[in-house]
């Protein structure tokens, strides 16, 4: 028998949040839509059975980080259980190294599956990224596809872009250039006289 779920929706620096939880952990978080009203109904139809009450301590110490890092300041989730009944083995594994990309870089598709040890998988990796129901505490935001520009939105995340996400953090790419420097490449050096 599945334990009960809770939501609540909260203030952040982008807007109203929301997250669920189960007594197993975090079960979803949603970025905020254009209005609450859309941000509870897209949490709704994702988990219908989830009910409003007031989070339990350790739900509040995910809900603070969410909000701190969105603020752009400093956040840990490694404590945060999550709990990933029910989602296949392979986007588990996907989102527990996901979860180890340090705060201001980024990986791509192909890199993850390359850490995973299964060759060619970068599109089964991406699919398992735009399903990712815990944005944030696992950061789909920095994981990219190569040579692309990161303006994707997961279905949990609201109208954030990855873009803005990664700008909150000062995002890198895994070769060290800034997110700036992909999107506004340096002008080639003048020749001098």
């Known amino acids: 028998m599945m334990a009960g779920r809770g939501y609540a929706v909260f203030?952040?620096?982008v807007g109203r949040c929301g997250i669920v939880w189960?007594?197993?952990?975090?079960?979803?978080v949603q970025l905020p839509e254009?209005?609450?009203?859309d941000t509870r109904r897209r949490l709704f139809r994702h988990f219908p059975e989830a009910r409003e009450l007031r989070p339990p301590v350790n739900i509040e110490l995910a809900i603070e980080?969410?909000?701190?890092?969105?603020?752009?300041?400093?956040?840990d989730f490694s404590d945060?259980?999550?709990?990933?009944?029910?989602?296949?083995?392979?986007?588990q594994r996907v989102y527990n190294l996901t979860r180890?990309?340090?705060?201001?870089?980024?990986?791509?598709?192909?890199?993850?599956?390359?850490q995973l040890r299964v060759s060619g998988a970068a599109r089964?990796?991406?699919?398992?990224?735009?399903?990712?129901?815990?944005?944030?505490?696992v950061p789909c935001h920095r994981v990219l596809e190569a040579g692309q520009t990161a303006d994707q939105i997961s279905p949990y995340g609201g109208t954030?872009?990855?873009?803005?996400?990664?700008?909150?953090?000062?995002?890198?790419?895994?070769?060290?250039?800034?997110?700036?420097?992909?999107?506004?490449?340096?002008?080639?050096p003048r020749p001098h006289n």
Request: no cysteine; charged share 20%; hydrophobic share 40%.
């Open 124 to 137: 089964s990796v991406a699919q398992a990224i735009a399903k990712n129901p815990f944005v944030i505490i």
């Open 100 to 114: 180890s990309i340090p705060r201001g870089e980024t990986r791509t598709y192909g890199e993850i599956a390359s």
């Open 160 to 188: 954030i872009s990855k873009r803005h996400l990664l700008s909150i953090e000062g995002g890198r790419t895994s070769t060290n250039k800034t997110l700036f420097d992909v999107l506004l490449p340096v002008a080639p």
């Open 11 to 13: 203030d952040t620096g």
């Open 65 to 75: 980080g969410i909000a701190a890092l969105l603020r752009g300041g400093v956040s």
């Open 22 to 28: 189960s007594d197993a952990g975090v079960v979803g």
């Open 34 to 37: 254009a209005r609450e009203i």
């Open 80 to 91: 945060v259980e999550l709990d990933m009944s029910g989602i296949p083995a392979f986007n």
